[in-house]
Each structure stands twice: as structure tokens, then as C-alpha cells.
């Protein structure tokens, strides 16, 4: 049980961390150009799809599909509870600064980022026959298919 949720708590940090690295790189490298601001929350967006398209590709493999939604959700939730409410005060701001339309615009962008990279990493794995159902089902047929027919007398 630790070592699940140790694997989570370190995902959720981990997401975390990459938001804050991306706001202090428009804070002390960008302060006032909006442009270059835009393109590294792109880039942070695209690093975190691209973490977790990873790990739904690894997890899914050897995880069913209801723990590894579970692990997954949590980790998405704490990591953006951090990223709303912590990760502005590490730039001197406040979570509510500019406002609850851009509050909530986070809350959006982030769960779209993170839905698509789970999405795709989940999908390939599907594509690919290897997640944790497809290999459960491959075992059940190589199972059948290599026991004895029993003859039947009459």
C-alpha cells in the first residue's frame, strides 16, 4: 500500500514541480513578454501530457484499469490543488490575483493537458494489446486452448 501511494505522491510532485519550474521561468525570464509566457505554459502543458502519457503507457500495463484511473486521479488532484493554490505564491502572487476567470481557465487547461496525456498514452497501450486486460485475456485463452479435450464415454 505505501509503495502505491508513494509512486502517486511522487507523480503528483513531480507535476507539480514542472508548473512551478515554468513559472519562475516567465517570472525571471519573461516578465513582460506575453508571447514567451504563452509559449512556456505551452511547453509546461505539453511536458505534463507527456509525463503522464508515459506512465498510463507503464501503469496500464501492469495495473487494471479501475486502480490505475484511481492513481492517476489522485495524483491529477493533488498536483493541481498545488498548482492553483501554492504555485502562485512562489512567484509573489496571489491564487486569485487576476481574477476567477483565469482561476478557472487553469482548472480547464490543466485537466484538458492531463486527460489528453493519459488518454494517449492508455490508448496506445490498448492499440498495442498490451494492457493489463488484453494480457489477462491472452492467459485465459492460451490457458484453454492448451488443456486436454476429456473423452467422453457413452
Known sequence: MRERWGAVGVLAAALFVVNAVARLVIKFGFPD???AADRVTLAMFLVIGLILAVLAFRWGSDRPTGRLAGDLAAAIGVALALTLFVGPLLVGKSPFADGAGTFFAQIWLYLAATAAGVLVGYLTLTALGRDFRSRQLKRYAELK??????VVRR
Not at 486452448?145 to 476429456?150: D, H, I, L, S, W
Open 33 to 35: 513578454d506575453d508571447t
Open 145 to 150: 486452448a492448451t488443456k486436454p479435450r476429456k
